[in-house]
C-alpha cells in the first residue's frame, strides 16, 4: 500500500513541483529580461519576436508538442545535431517536460512584465541616468523594484500554467509513470483505466496546491502594498 | 562652463531648434523664460544627454556632446552624456522620486553607488542637507507621504549629493501648489547665493527678476532675446518679448 502511494500519487505530485519550479526559475530569467527589452527597446523583428513567443498562447498544446518534436525530436532540426554529438535526446525525459512548461507558460510571463515594465514612469530612469548609474543598474535598482508585482504575477501564472500543462509535454515528454507523468497526465491515465479513488486524490491534492499558490500570492502583494504605508501608522501612533 | 553653439534639433520634419547659442559662464544664473513649448524643457535635456540634436555643439567643463543624426549613438557619445550627467545635476517638473525608496536612500543611492563614496558618510551629509532644508525628520518617510513642496525639496537634496559643478532646473515649481512655491524657490536661491552655475526654466518672473544674472527669452525654438534681469523685464526692446511679457504679467 505504502510502494503503492509512493508511485501513484507521490511521484507525479514530486514531478510535477520539480518541472514547474525548474520551468519558473528559466521562464522569470528569460521572460523578465525579454518582457523588459519589448516595452522599453526598439530593435529589429520586434514585433515578429512578439507574435512568435506568443503563439503557444493560441496554439493547440498539442501544436506546440508537435513543433517541439519537429525542433528538438531525435531525429529534430536541433535535437539531431544533439543526438549525434551525445547520445542524448530530450523527447520523453523529465526536461522535456520542463521545455514544455516552459515554451507555454513563457508568453504569459513577458506579457505581464511587459505591461509592468510599461507602467513604470520612464521619468523615473530617466532620473536614475541621470545620477550617473549605468542602465543595468537602473533597471534592477528601479525598473524591476517598480515592477515588481508584474514579476511575481508572472511567476506565478507560469508555475501555475506548468503545473496544469497536459498537451506539449504529453506530445514531447510521453506519459512514462515516475519519470514524465506529472500530475494532470496521472490524473488522465488514472481516469482512462477507471481508477476514480486515484483520480479524486490527485484532483484534490492538485487544487489544494493551486488555491495555496494563490493565496501565498495574494498575501505576498498585499504585504508589498502596504509597505509605504508603515510610516503612516507611526506617525499616527506618534500624535 | 556650459557652451552650446547653434544647436539644431529636428523632429521628422518639424524643425525645433533653430540655432541655439548660448554660452553660461561659471557661476552664473540663467533663466530661460518663454511660452510653453517653446523648447526650454527640451533645451535643457539636449545640455545632459537626455535629448539628441542634430546639428551643433554642447560643451559642458570641457567635454562635448556631439550631434548624432546616427539612429543609436556610438560608446564614446554614451560615455560623454555619462561624464556630462556627473558634472551637471538635474531637477525636474515632477520630481521624480524613486517611490519604493525613502527620503534618505533617494539621496544616498547615487552617491554610494556611483562615486564609492561610504554609506555612513553619505548618510551624514544627506541628513545634514536634510536639516538645512527643515525636513530632517522625514528622512524615514517615503516620497508617498509628502507634499509637493517636500518632494522638490527632496529631489533638489538628492541632485546636489552628487556633487554637480552646475544644476539645471527644469520648471520646478510649475506643478506645485501655489503655497508651496516660495519653499521650493527659497531653497534654489540658497543655491544661487552660494555660487552654483545654474540654468533653470521657470514662469515664476518674480524670481527670474530676483535671482537672474542673466534672463534668455524662448520663443519658437530659438533664442529671441536675452539681458539682465532688469533690462528684460522693465524695458524690453524686442516686440516678441514685450508681447510675450505683457501675456505673463498681467
Same mark, same amino acid.
Given at each position: 500500500?505504502?510502494?503503492?502511494?509512493?508511485?501513484?500519487?507521490?511521484?507525479?505530485?514530486?514531478?510535477?513541483?520539480?518541472?514547474?519550479?525548474?520551468?519558473?526559475?528559466?521562464?522569470?530569467?528569460?521572460?523578465?529580461?525579454?518582457?523588459? *527589452?519589448?516595452?522599453?527597446?526598439?530593435?529589429?523583428? %520586434?514585433?515578429? #519576436?512578439?507574435?512568435?513567443?506568443?503563439?503557444?498562447?493560441?496554439?493547440?498544446?498539442?501544436?506546440?508538442?508537435?513543433?517541439?518534436?519537429? #525542433?528538438?525530436?531525435?531525429?529534430?532540426?536541433?535535437?539531431?545535431?544533439?543526438?549525434?554529438?551525445?547520445?542524448?535526446?530530450?523527447?520523453?525525459?523529465?526536461?522535456?517536460?520542463?521545455?514544455?512548461?516552459?515554451?507555454?507558460?513563457?508568453?504569459?510571463?513577458? /506579457?505581464?512584465?511587459?505591461?509592468?515594465?510599461?507602467?513604470?514612469?520612464?521619468?523615473?530612469?530617466?532620473?536614475?541616468?541621470?545620477?550617473?548609474?549605468?542602465?543595468?543598474?537602473?533597471?534592477?535598482?528601479?525598473?524591476?523594484?517598480?515592477?515588481?508585482?508584474?514579476?511575481?504575477?508572472?511567476?506565478?501564472?507560469?508555475?501555475?500554467?506548468?503545473?496544469?500543462?497536459?498537451?506539449?509535454? *504529453?506530445?514531447?515528454?510521453?506519459?512514462?509513470?515516475?519519470?514524465?507523468?506529472?500530475?494532470?497526465?496521472?490524473?488522465?491515465?488514472?481516469?482512462?483505466?477507471?481508477?476514480?479513488?486515484?483520480?479524486?486524490?490527485?484532483?484534490?491534492?492538485?487544487? *489544494?496546491?493551486?488555491?495555496?499558490?494563490?493565496?501565498?500570492?495574494?498575501?505576498?502583494?498585499?504585504?508589498?502594498?502596504?509597505?509605504?504605508?508603515?510610516?503612516?501608522?507611526?506617525?499616527?501612533?506618534?500624535? | 562652463? #556650459?557652451?552650446?553653439?547653434?544647436? !539644431?534639433?529636428?523632429?521628422?520634419?518639424?524643425?525645433?531648434? /533653430?540655432?541655439?547659442?548660448?554660452?553660461?559662464?561659471?557661476?552664473?544664473?540663467?533663466?530661460?523664460?518663454?511660452?510653453?513649448?517653446?523648447?526650454?524643457?527640451?533645451?535643457?535635456?539636449?545640455?545632459?544627454?537626455?535629448?539628441?540634436?542634430?546639428?551643433?555643439?554642447?560643451?559642458?567643463?570641457?567635454?562635448?556632446? !556631439?550631434?548624432?543624426?546616427?539612429?543609436?549613438?556610438?560608446?564614446?557619445?554614451?560615455?560623454?552624456?555619462?561624464?556630462?550627467?556627473? %558634472?551637471?545635476?538635474?531637477?525636474?517638473?515632477?520630481?521624480?522620486?524613486?517611490?519604493?525608496?525613502?527620503?534618505?536612500?533617494?539621496?544616498?543611492?547615487?552617491?554610494?553607488?556611483?562615486?564609492?563614496?561610504?554609506?555612513?558618510?553619505?548618510? %551624514?551629509?544627506?541628513?545634514?542637507?536634510?536639516?538645512?532644508?527643515?525636513?530632517?525628520?522625514?528622512?524615514?518617510?517615503?516620497?508617498?507621504?509628502?507634499?509637493?513642496?517636500?518632494?522638490?525639496?527632496?529631489?533638489?537634496?538628492?541632485?546636489?549629493?552628487?556633487?554637480? %559643478?552646475?544644476?539645471?532646473?527644469?520648471?520646478?515649481?510649475?506643478?506645485?501648489?501655489?503655497?508651496?512655491?516660495?519653499?521650493?524657490?527659497?531653497?534654489?536661491?540658497?543655491?544661487?547665493?552660494?555660487?552654483?552655475?545654474?540654468?533653470?526654466?521657470? !514662469?515664476?518672473?518674480?524670481?527670474?527678476?530676483?535671482?537672474?544674472?542673466?534672463?534668455?527669452?524662448?520663443?519658437?525654438?530659438?533664442?529671441?532675446?536675452?539681458?539682465?534681469?532688469?533690462?528684460?523685464?522693465?524695458?524690453?526692446?524686442?516686440?516678441?518679448?514685450?508681447?510675450?511679457?505683457?501675456?505673463?504679467?498681467?
Amino acid at each position: 500500500m505504502t510502494t503503492s502511494i509512493m508511485e501513484t500519487v507521490w511521484l507525479p505530485l514530486r514531478l510535477s513541483i520539480q518541472v514547474s519550479i525548474v520551468s519558473t526559475i528559466m521562464v522569470a530569467l528569460t521572460g523578465t529580461a525579454l518582457g523588459y *527589452l519589448l516595452s522599453r527597446k526598439d530593435f529589429f523583428a %520586434k514585433d515578429v #519576436i512578439d507574435a512568435i513567443i506568443t503563439l503557444p498562447m493560441v496554439l493547440p498544446p498539442t501544436v506546440t508538442g508537435y513543433y517541439l518534436i519537429l #525542433i528538438l525530436g531525435r531525429r529534430g532540426f536541433l535535437g539531431q545535431f544533439v543526438y549525434n554529438w551525445t547520445g542524448w535526446t530530450l523527447a520523453f525525459t523529465w526536461q522535456a517536460a520542463v521545455v514544455a512548461s516552459f515554451v507555454v507558460s513563457f508568453p504569459l510571463m513577458v /506579457k505581464t512584465v511587459r505591461a509592468a515594465v510599461d507602467s513604470v514612469d520612464p521619468e523615473l530612469e530617466k532620473a536614475s541616468l541621470l545620477l550617473g548609474k549605468g542602465e543595468v543598474e537602473t533597471v534592477v535598482k528601479i525598473t524591476l523594484p517598480l515592477a515588481w508585482k508584474g514579476v511575481l504575477a508572472g511567476m506565478v501564472l507560469s508555475f501555475a500554467r506548468g503545473i496544469g500543462e497536459f498537451g506539449a509535454t *504529453l506530445m514531447l515528454a510521453g506519459n512514462i509513470p515516475g519519470k514524465t507523468a506529472t500530475m494532470p497526465l496521472a490524473i488522465y491515465s488514472a481516469t482512462q483505466s477507471g481508477d476514480s479513488v486515484l483520480a479524486n486524490s490527485l484532483v484534490i491534492i492538485l487544487t *489544494l496546491l493551486s488555491l495555496t499558490v494563490i493565496y501565498v500570492t495574494n498575501r505576498l502583494s498585499r504585504k508589498g502594498l502596504t509597505f509605504g504605508r508603515d510610516i503612516d501608522y507611526k506617525r499616527a501612533s506618534n500624535l | 562652463m #556650459i557652451i552650446v553653439r547653434d544647436l !539644431h534639433k529636428y523632429y521628422g520634419d518639424h524643425h525645433l531648434f /533653430k540655432g541655439i547659442s548660448l554660452d553660461v559662464k561659471k557661476g552664473e544664473v540663467v533663466v530661460l523664460i518663454g511660452p510653453s513649448g517653446s523648447g526650454k524643457s527640451t533645451f535643457l535635456r539636449c545640455i545632459n544627454g537626455l535629448e539628441t540634436f542634430q546639428e551643433g555643439e554642447i560643451d559642458v567643463d570641457n567635454i562635448a556632446l !556631439h550631434s548624432i543624426s546616427r539612429p543609436k549613438p556610438s560608446s564614446a557619445d554614451m560615455e560623454a552624456i555619462r561624464q556630462v550627467r556627473l %558634472k551637471v545635476g538635474m531637477v525636474f517638473q515632477q520630481f521624480n522620486l524613486f517611490p519604493h525608496m525613502t527620503v534618505l536612500e533617494n539621496i544616498v543611492e547615487a552617491p554610494v553607488r556611483v562615486l564609492g563614496i561610504a554609506r555612513d558618510k553619505a548618510e %551624514k551629509e544627506a541628513m545634514a542637507f536634510l536639516a538645512r532644508i527643515n525636513m530632517a525628520n522625514k528622512a524615514d518617510a517615503r516620497p508617498e507621504n509628502l507634499s509637493g513642496g517636500q518632494q522638490q525639496r527632496v529631489a533638489i537634496a538628492r541632485a546636489l549629493a552628487m556633487k554637480p %559643478k552646475a544644476m539645471l532646473f527644469d520648471e520646478p515649481t510649475a506643478s506645485l501648489d501655489p503655497e508651496m512655491v516660495g519653499e521650493v524657490l527659497s531653497v534654489i536661491k540658497d543655491l544661487v547665493n552660494e555660487g552654483m552655475t545654474t540654468v533653470i526654466s521657470t !514662469h515664476e518672473m518674480g524670481f527670474a527678476r530676483e535671482a537672474a544674472d542673466r534672463v534668455v527669452v524662448f520663443a519658437d525654438g530659438e533664442i529671441i532675446d536675452t539681458g539682465p534681469p532688469d533690462e528684460i523685464f522693465s524695458n524690453p526692446k524686442n516686440e516678441r518679448t514685450k508681447s510675450f511679457l505683457s501675456r505673463i504679467l498681467r
